[in-house]
Structure formats: structure tokens, C-alpha cells
């Protein structure tokens, strides 16, 4: 077991990081999320005089979500600390880093369960027309950003996996792509003819101008010929949906959303929705059943003459 006569120097935090980077394979993304819970979680049991992660009980635990409670947390940030704080001590529990689990009976408030915002059909055709037309300038950022917007659109994929997207990857022939999603796992994602036409304009006329020595496989480069940056991608979405009427401001996780809520409503089965967009779980996927419930609610009450 390991001594720790403080929470300063946190040696079992450095082994948790060692354990989600290498042995879970979870994101930079998502090992930083944990790591800042923890140490706000360390940052209270410091405060609070605990000595130790082996002095730490139950009641520690729950006083420290009470304070985020109290202050104003939201319940999916309640929910996200407290399962952060549980699979910590599962973990060191399990290894002998601690000699209890003081949050193997630590239960996280329900979420309440909000429906995501989601493009109509024909603001997303706006919103592509948009990149379209921005395009005939044959601008190679331009031509870069409408293929990636189709890509988005057509497949659901996430920004992290279209960036990490290789000229390779595609299969322009059958219109399919090869996707690594969380967790390393490899899945074979279909996109449709406009999308082909985009990355297609974009690989003939646009890539080989922004192409420097170190560009490499990457089938997106930013302005300066490295892979692009998923902080550019948020910001060409963000900007496109601003000129977009009456478009919400979603970001490309809406029109992942948006994608896998019309294929719902256009009949696809949640199944193989669940498998494009990479969910480990069904229940993920049927949120976009839901969804599409509701905008049928919706309409059927505006539109119906015996509504």
C-alpha cells in the first residue's frame, strides 16, 4: 500500500493518470476532465484537515458534492465528480494503493434529462449551402471547411475523429470511411455523394495548396499545412450557423446530434445508428428516438386541424 502523509504531492493521482492514459486508453480530453475533479476533490480534503487519501470516509465525500451543491452545480457536474471520485477509488482500492473504497456507496444525483438541441432538415441543407457558396471562391480554407462540414453532417462523426482523419482513411469508391473513436476502436462509417464531391474538390484543388513538409497523412490542414485543429473546426461551425436563419448556435456535436436525429426520422434503425456513431451503449442512441417523438409532438400540434 502506499503511504501518502499528504494530499499535496497526490502519488496515487499520478498512477490513476498512468492507468486511464495507458491501460483504459481514454482521451487527453477526457484524463484532464478527471484529473481537474480530483483535484478539487484534493483541494477540499486539504481544507477540510484530511491527511490522507487512506484518511478520506464516506461523509468527506458527501460534504464535498454538498459544497458544489450549494454553490451551484449543475446536476451533470455533480453527476461527473462523483463518478470521477468512484472510479478513482475503485481503482486504488483494487491495486492496494488504498486500503478502502470510501465511495463504493457514493451515489450521484439523477440527471435530468434534456432532449439536444438539433438543426431542422432544412437548416442543415441552409447551412451546408452556405459552406457551398462560401466555397466557389475556390479559397483552399474554404473548400477545407465545406468538405468537413458535409463529413460532419453525412456521417455524425466527432470532431475529434474527423481530425484525425487520414487522406487514406476514405474509400471514395464506396463511399465509406475508416473512423478510430474513443477508446482507439475502429469503426466503418458511411458518407453520401455531396460529401464525396466536397472532400473530392478539396484533395484536387485546396489540400495541395496548404500542403507543407510536415502536413503528413492528415486529410484536414489548418492555414499554416499541420493537421487541423479541432478549436478551428468548433469555429468554422459556430460562424457558418450564425449566418444560418434561424439556426440555433450548436456547435459540430449538434449536427452530430442533427445527423443521427434525421436518420431517425427518415426511418433508419437505432441500431445501426448506434453502430455510425460509435455508441458503447444503446441507450445513448435512443435519446434521437426521443427527439423525434417530440418534433412530431410539435408539428402534429401546429399543424393538424384536430390538434
Known amino acids: 500500500m502506499i503511504n501518502e502523509s499528504t494530499l499535496t504531492d497526490r502519488p496515487v493521482m499520478a498512477g490513476y493518470e498512468r492507468h486511464l ?33 487512506d484518511d478520506v470516509g464516506l461523509a468527506d ?19 461527473r465528480r462523483s463518478a470521477a471520485a468512484r472510479g478513482f477509488f475503485a481503482w486504488a482500492f483494487r491495486t492496494g494503493a488504498l486500503s478502502h473504497n470510501p465511495a463504493q456507496r457514493l451515489v450521484a444525483p ?23 457558396v462560401a466555397a466557389d471562391d475556390s479559397d483552399p480554407v474554404h473548400l477545407r471547411d465545406r468538405a468537413m462540414l458535409e463529413l460532419l453532417y453525412a456521417s455524425g462523426i466527432r470532431v475529434a475523429e474527423l481530425v484525425g482523419l487520414d487522406v ?5 469508391s464506396d463511399l465509406v470511411m475508416r473512423v478510430v473513436g474513443k477508446g482507439d476502436k475502429e469503426r466503418t462509417v458511411p458518407f453520401g455523394r455531396p460529401g464525396l464531391d466536397a ?11 496548404l500542403v507543407v513538409a510536415g502536413s503528413g497523412p492528415a486529410l484536414f490542414l489548418g492555414a499554416r499545412g499541420r493537421r487541423v485543429d479541432p478549436r478551428v473546426v468548433r469555429e468554422v461551425v459556430h460562424q457558418l450557423l450564425r449566418e444560418t436563419p434561424g439556426a440555433p448556435d450548436l456547435g459540430p456535436h449538434g449536427l452530430r446530434h442533427s445527423a443521427a436525429t434525421h436518420l431517425v426520422e427518415g ?10 456513431l460509435g455508441h458503447a451503449s444503446l441507450a445513448t442512441t435512443q435519446v434521437y428516438t426521443h427527439v423525434s417523438v417530440e418534433r412530431l409532438r410539435r408539428s402534429f400540434t401546429q399543424a393538424h386541424p384536430r390538434a
Open 21 to 53: 492514459r495507458s491501460e483504459r486508453g481514454r482521451s487527453p480530453h477526457t484524463v484532464r476532465g478527471y484529473l481537474a475533479d480530483l483535484r478539487d476533490l484534493a483541494d477540499y480534503l486539504d481544507g477540510a484537515g484530511v491527511g490522507s487519501w
Open 61 to 79: 465525500l458527501r460534504s464535498w458534492l454538498a459544497g458544489l451543491d450549494a454553490t451551484g452545480a449543475s446536476r451533470a457536474t455533480l453527476a
Open 110 to 132: 439523477k440527471r435530468i434529462k434534456t432532449l439536444p438541441d438539433v438543426l431542422r432538415q432544412d437548416q442543415a441543407a441552409a447551412l451546408l449551402d452556405l459552406a457551398a
Open 168 to 172: 487514406d482513411d476514405l474509400d471514395r
Open 199 to 209: 472532400v473530392e474538390t478539396w484533395l484536387q484543388v485546396g489540400r495541395p495548396r
Open 267 to 276: 426511418g433508419a434503425d437505432i441500431r445501426l445508428v448506434q453502430e455510425l
